[in-house]
C-alpha cells in the first residue's frame, strides 16, 4: 500500500539535480507537495485527497498503519469490500476485515496506482478515510501546524539540513517501528526518560496507569483524580493529573494534558506514552523518516 506512481515521479524529479550536482551535493529540500489541512470538530487533522475521481477528506493518522476508507465511500467509487486475510485494529478500536483495491489514488499533484485501502466502519463524522504511515514513510513528512500545512519532502536531503523555517532546533532520535511506521521518540516527563509515540489520528494524550506509577503517581496519589470508571468490576478506569511540563531536550510544553488510562483499558500500550494532537499541535514537527530523526520548534 504505497504511492507507486509518487515514487516513480519523485524519480523523476531529482533525476535533473543530482546530474548538476556531480560534483557536490545540492543540499536544497525539494517539496513535493504543500497541502492545506482542515481541523475536525474533535481538533485533528485532515487533508484533501483523490479516491478514483472523487474528492474525499482523510484523517491523518500517524499511529495508525496502512490507509483506509469508510464504507460509503467505498459505495461512492463502485467497489465492493473483500475480505482480507491480515486484519487490523482501527480508529476507536474498529476491526478491519475488508479492503477495496483503488485505481487511482492523489495527494495534491502526486498520483498512486493500484492501491489497496481497507474499509473502516467507525471513522467517525467529518473524514472519508485515514492517510497512515504506510503512505507517510515514503517521504520526509513537515507539520507546519501555525500555517495549516503538511507539506511532503523528498528524503534525499543532506542529512541535517532540513530546518527550513527556524534557525533554533530540537532534533531528537527517531524511532520508526518495523511492523506499523509508528514514531517513537524519547521525552522526559517529570524529570523521567520514557518514550512517546506521535499519534496524529488521536486528539488526547494517553498513558497507562503503569507508567504513572514508574514516575511515582499512584491510585492513592491525592492529585490523580477518577474522572470516568466503567465495567462490571469497574475495571475500566481514566484519570486525570497535573503534569507540569513534557521536555522534549529543551523544548517544554507545559501543563500537558495527558490522560492516565488504567491498564485494563490499554492492555497492549506498553510503557509509551501517546502523544495525541492536544500537544503536537503546539510543535512544528519534521519527520524524517529515512534518517530517523524528528526536527522539532514550538508552532510558532
Given at each position: 500500500m504505497m504511492l507507486r506512481a509518487a515514487i516513480a515521479l519523485?524519480?523523476?524529479?531529482?533525476?535533473?539535480?543530482?546530474?548538476?550536482?556531480?560534483?557536490?551535493?545540492?543540499?536544497?529540500?525539494?517539496?513535493?507537495?504543500?497541502?492545506?489541512?482542515?481541523?475536525?470538530?474533535?481538533?485533528?487533522?485532515?487533508?484533501?485527497?483523490?479516491?478514483?475521481?472523487?474528492?474525499?477528506?482523510?484523517?491523518?493518522?500517524?499511529?495508525?498503519?496502512?490507509?483506509?476508507?469508510?464504507?460509503?465511500?467505498?459505495?461512492?467509487?463502485?467497489?465492493?469490500?473483500?475480505?482480507?486475510?491480515?486484519?487490523?485494529?482501527?480508529?476507536?478500536?474498529?476491526?478491519?476485515?475488508?479492503?477495496?483495491?483503488?485505481?487511482?489514488f492523489t495527494i495534491d499533484k502526486l498520483k498512486g496506482k493500484?492501491?489497496?485501502?481497507?474499509?473502516?466502519?467507525?471513522?467517525?463524522?467529518?473524514?472519508?478515510?485515514?492517510?497512515?504511515?504506510?503512505?507517510?514513510?515514503?517521504?520526509?513528512?513537515?507539520?507546519?501546524?501555525?500555517?495549516?500545512?503538511?507539506?511532503?519532502?523528498?528524503?534525499?536531503?543532506?542529512?541535517?539540513?532540513?530546518?527550513?523555517?527556524?534557525?533554533?532546533?530540537?532534533?531528537?532520535?527517531?524511532?520508526?517501528?518495523?511492523?506499523?511506521?509508528?514514531?517513537?521518540?524519547?521525552?522526559?516527563?517529570?524529570?523521567?526518560?520514557?518514550?512517546?509515540?506521535?499519534?496524529?489520528?488521536?486528539?488526547?494524550?494517553?498513558?497507562?496507569?503503569?507508567?504513572?506509577?514508574?514516575?511515582?503517581?499512584?491510585?492513592?496519589?491525592?492529585?490523580?483524580?477518577?474522572?470516568?470508571?466503567?465495567?462490571?468490576?469497574?475495571?475500566?478506569?481514566?484519570?486525570?493529573?497535573?503534569?507540569?511540563?513534557?521536555?522534549?531536550?529543551?523544548?517544554?510544553?507545559?501543563?500537558?494534558?495527558?490522560?492516565?488510562?488504567?491498564?485494563?483499558?490499554?492492555?497492549?500500550?506498553?510503557?509509551?506514552?501517546?502523544?495525541?494532537?492536544?500537544?503536537?499541535?503546539?510543535?512544528?514537527?519534521?519527520?524524517?523518516?529515512?534518517?530517523?530523526?524528528?526536527?522539532?520548534?514550538?508552532?510558532?
Amino acid at each position: 500500500m504505497m504511492l507507486r506512481a509518487a515514487i516513480a515521479l519523485a524519480a523523476l524529479m531529482i533525476a535533473p539535480c543530482a546530474a548538476r550536482a556531480a560534483d557536490a551535493p545540492d543540499c536544497r529540500l525539494m517539496r513535493y507537495a504543500a497541502i492545506p489541512f482542515t481541523t475536525i470538530a474533535d481538533g485533528r487533522i485532515a487533508i484533501p485527497v483523490g479516491v478514483d475521481g472523487h474528492a474525499a477528506s482523510f484523517l491523518v493518522d500517524t499511529g495508525g498503519v496502512y490507509v483506509s476508507m469508510t464504507p460509503e465511500l467505498a459505495k461512492e467509487t463502485g467497489r465492493t469490500p473483500k475480505e482480507v486475510d491480515r486484519w487490523l485494529v482501527g480508529v476507536g478500536g474498529s476491526l478491519m476485515t475488508t479492503a477495496v483495491h483503488v485505481d487511482e489514488f492523489t495527494i495534491d499533484k502526486l498520483k498512486g496506482k493500484g492501491i489497496p485501502v481497507y474499509v473502516d466502519t467507525r471513522l467517525g463524522v467529518g473524514v472519508d478515510g485515514t492517510v497512515d504511515p504506510d503512505m507517510m514513510a515514503k517521504f520526509d513528512v513537515d507539520f507546519d501546524f501555525a500555517h495549516g500545512l503538511m507539506n511532503l519532502f523528498s528524503q534525499d536531503h543532506c542529512p541535517g539540513k532540513v530546518v527550513y523555517w527556524a534557525k533554533d532546533f530540537v532534533v531528537l532520535p527517531m524511532e520508526v517501528r518495523i511492523n506499523s511506521g509508528h514514531i517513537r521518540v524519547p521525552v522526559t516527563l517529570e524529570g523521567k526518560k520514557v518514550m512517546a509515540t506521535l499519534d496524529t489520528g488521536s486528539m488526547d494524550s494517553v498513558m497507562s496507569l503503569k507508567l504513572a506509577k514508574s514516575l511515582g503517581i499512584t491510585e492513592d496519589s491525592p492529585d490523580l483524580k477518577l474522572r470516568r470508571s466503567s465495567g462490571s468490576e469497574n475495571q475500566f478506569r481514566t484519570y486525570s493529573y497535573p503534569f507540569k511540563a513534557l521536555d522534549m531536550d529543551g523544548i517544554a510544553v507545559t501543563n500537558p494534558h495527558i490522560m492516565v488510562m488504567s491498564d485494563a483499558m490499554l492492555p497492549r500500550m506498553g510503557d509509551d506514552i501517546i502523544l495525541g494532537m492536544g500537544i503536537l499541535r503546539q510543535l512544528h514537527l519534521y519527520v524524517a523518516y529515512k534518517e530517523e530523526k524528528l526536527y522539532i520548534t514550538p508552532a510558532q
